[in-house]
T-cell receptor, first 116, second 111 residues
């Protein structure tokens, strides 16, 4: 499946580093999402963009900074992370949800982040 | 806040046995989605249920949405090694964009 791609697939960074995660979708969707997946925890929604506009920010610390230059690309800029930020970061996309219901989300393979 | 509880956390079965996972919401859901995540993989959409009491089948998988639209289940008949993975339910949150995810049920096939 190559509908949603993410790079890099693995990232090890120190607490003082700055890095960026990239996501690209080729499905013609308008909504893009960042999720954090930690062991033994439910998927945590971090940010949502629809038509490049941020619609959700679920109280995410400012050390995570999203960017959505267009409907196909989504970035997550990382700086001064903590070890507890180590997790799998998943990008997803979908058609724009409606009040009657959402649409299925298509996920990328994720970036496995380790903060040392 | 809104929660989706999913049980059990793990289920060990012999190949050929059945598997069931249950989701319960603290609020009425307009719809519920189910996803599967293979080990080392990412969540993949399986199905969305919308109607009260709805039952949908995909080969050996049977999905149900409760009459009150607050609970749902996924039942797999005669599990196979290809069924291994974690199954998640997800319901809409406070906004159209939010999905509230269950913690997942991991299906493990005993050797």
């Amino acid at each position: 499946e190559t509908g949603v791609t993410q790079t890099p697939r693995h990232l090890v960074m120190g607490m003082t580093n700055k890095k960026s995660l990239k996501c690209e979708q080729h499905l013609g969707h308008n909504a893009m999402y960042w999720y954090k997946q930690s062991a033994k925890k439910p998927l945590e929604l971090m940010f949502v963009y629809n038509f490049k506009e941020q619609t959700e920010n679920n109280s995410v610390p400012s050390r995570f900074s999203p960017e959505c230059p267009n409907s196909s690309h989504l970035f997550l800029h990382l700086h001064t992370l903590q070890p507890e930020d180590s997790a799998l970061y998943l990008c997803a996309s979908s058609h724009t949800p409606t009040p009657l219901g959402g649409y299925e989300q298509y996920f990328g393979p994720g970036t496995r982040l380790t903060v040392t | 806040g809104q929660q989706v509880m999913q049980i059990p956390q793990y289920q060990h079965v012999q190949e050929g046995e059945d598997f069931t996972t249950y989701c319960n919401s603290s609020t009425t859901l307009s719809n519920i989605q189910w996803y599967k995540q293979r080990p080392g993989g990412h969540p993949v959409f399986l199905i969305q249920l919308v109607k009260s009491g709805e039952v949908k089948k995909q080969k050996r998988l049977t999905f149900q949405f409760g009459e009150a639209k607050k609970n749902s289940s996924l039942h797999i008949t005669a599990t196979q090694t290809t069924d291994v993975g974690t199954y998640f339910c997800a319901g809409p949150g406070d906004s159209n964009y939010q999905l509230i995810w269950g913690a997942g049920t991991k299906l493990i096939i005993k050797p």
